[in-house]
């Protein structure tokens, strides 16, 4: 059974709190909270608050900017066949589909790729550029990916093609072999923010394009707004879950208000599709648990560039085929996530409590889906998790992991048994041979028992403060709100409050838990989503760790919270 949550309240300094509060003319709550996010400096603050496009970075400043604007420039000039090579999740999607429709304001025509995430894997692979040589392509830009791809760098020098790599992932001792190499977390690009998803790096590319072909008399009178593409920049920031601070909060911030008047075709119809009304207000929940999700499933159980003719498209016809098919595999994604996740935690009951990683193997899962159903095991047990996919050539792995175990570091060690790897530090993907699984299990159980010791299992939640839930009003509302958007890195405010009655409680769907909470005089709703397996009971009292949020359903707003975790008054989780 999982350990019990260790709740962290956060204790900014009142000094440092009163002095911000009255450096910027504001309320000592939203002081404290940008204090708990290590904003006390008035000018980051501020710069958090109201960041604008203005400030965003120079693009130049990103090493071999120049070099890969001239390259495409030269491409523009000469009218050459342009090949935009992508990735299957949607950060590589948005990517691709950013970087065409701009070459394509720009006079190009240029084609994407693609790779099949089950026949072709990830990355650059020799036999899709030797067909792209083939129709004609005289130059590659990646996007998401290329940073390791060196042998097949070198087949397209070999091949006369030349590369562009614009991606944001970890890089290697090597760069791959490329007119230029575009990627913030070189270790010597001086480009103040290191942390954009790969679309956020595209734009970069864009903006520096623009530049380009304005100063060299190239744009043709075209307009090249870059503000009117941040819409898709925000569908593969926020669903690539970078931290939304810097840069990358800048970006969705003036992203949102595009997505909510959907202004894109495959916008409004996969709204329409969702069953959303046109100009919704979108946020970033929105973005990554109902707009995302089914521009992912084309990657992982569809055809992957159906995504892209979405957002690429400028007919509402064709956005509408589009918009039904993702959401199509979106709906067998989740059934095939369903029956997966059931499987997976009938071997985790069944799983000695003792065992440091969570590591299932199984015929039939798909492995385009697995890695969903590892991060809801994480989130249940707090264990790093390991879910194989076995197939008759070999086998595939998805995992996920807890702070404290690097699981790319922890693949590093095993790299004997694999035939392939990737990752960071809390998710990676994997390759190995089927023979090899039990000793690549206890291996990571070895690693495991090394690298983590009982409190490592005990999930930390953050408290920004204690609020009484009867006391919120619509400052405190308003003083939440100028925090958003919220996501990795500025996650939304987590109060907590103590002996909170119980007027009603009703399970819903045997998973989530709806309360009334107060008494004659007070009132409040709550939620507590996949809450199920507690026993909260009417006419008790709770300690409780929540959102506060509005709550819109049929047109009407109304204050409901969002319960994180919940205690028992002698602080005791009750189970059903």
Known sequence: MPLENEWILKTPPAQVVQALAKGLDISLNLAGLLVNRGLDDPAKAQHFLEGSLADLPDPFTMKEMDKAVERLGQAIRKNEFVCVWGDYDIDGMTSTSLLVRFLRRLGLKPRWYLPDRLEEGYGLNAEGIRLLAQEGVTLIV???????????????????????????????????????????????????????????????????????VTEEGIANGRDVALKDYLDLVTLGTVCDLVPLVGVNRILVKHGLPLLSRGIRPGVLALKEALKMAPTKDIGTYDVGYILGPPINAGGRIGQPDVGVRLLTTESITEARESAKALVEWNFIRRQMGQQIEIQAMEMAEEADEDEPVLFFARDGWHEGVIGIVANQLLQQY?????????????????????????????????ADLLDQYGGHAAAAG??????????????????????????????????????????????????L?????????????????????????????????????????????????????????????????????????????????KVKDVRTPDGVEQKR
């Open 142 to 212: 990646t996007v998401d990916n290329g940073i390791r791809s060196l042998e097949e760098s070198h087949v397209a020098a070999d091949l006369k093609v030349d590369l562009i790599v614009v991606d944001h992932h970890e890089v290697g001792d090597d760069l791959p072999k490329a007119v230029a190499v575009l990627n913030p977390k070189r270790p010597d690009c001086p480009f103040p923010d290191k942390n954009l998803a790969a679309v956020g790096v595209t734009l970069m590319l864009c903006a520096g394009l623009r530049r380009y």
């Open 382 to 414: 707090n264990k790093p998790v390991f879910l194989v996919s076995l197939k008759p050539d070999g086998a595939r792995g998805s995992c996920r992991s807890i702070p404290g175990f690097h699981i790319k570091l922890a693949l590093d060690l095993c």
């Open 430 to 479: 994997f390759g190995v041979r089927s023979d090899k699984l039990p000793a690549l299990k206890e291996r990571l159980k070895i690693i495991a028992r090394q690298a983590l010791g009982p409190e490592d299992y005990r999930k930390k939640m953050s408290v920004d403060a204690t609020l009484d839930p009867f006391a919120i009003d619509q400052d405190l509302l308003n003083d």
């Open 481 to 561: 709100t100028r925090l958003e958007p919220y996501g990795m890195k500025n996650p939304r405010p987590v109060f907590r409050a103590d002996e909170v009655p119980v007027l009603k409680a009703r399970l819903l769907n045997q998973k989530h838990w709806k309360l009334d909470l107060g008494d004659e005089t007070r009132h409040v709703e709550a939620i507590g989503f996949n809450m199920g397996k507690k026993e909260l009971k009417e006419a008790s009292k709770l300690a409780m760790l929540f959102n506060p949020e509005i709550n819109v359903f049929r047109g009407r707003s109304r204050l409901q919270l």
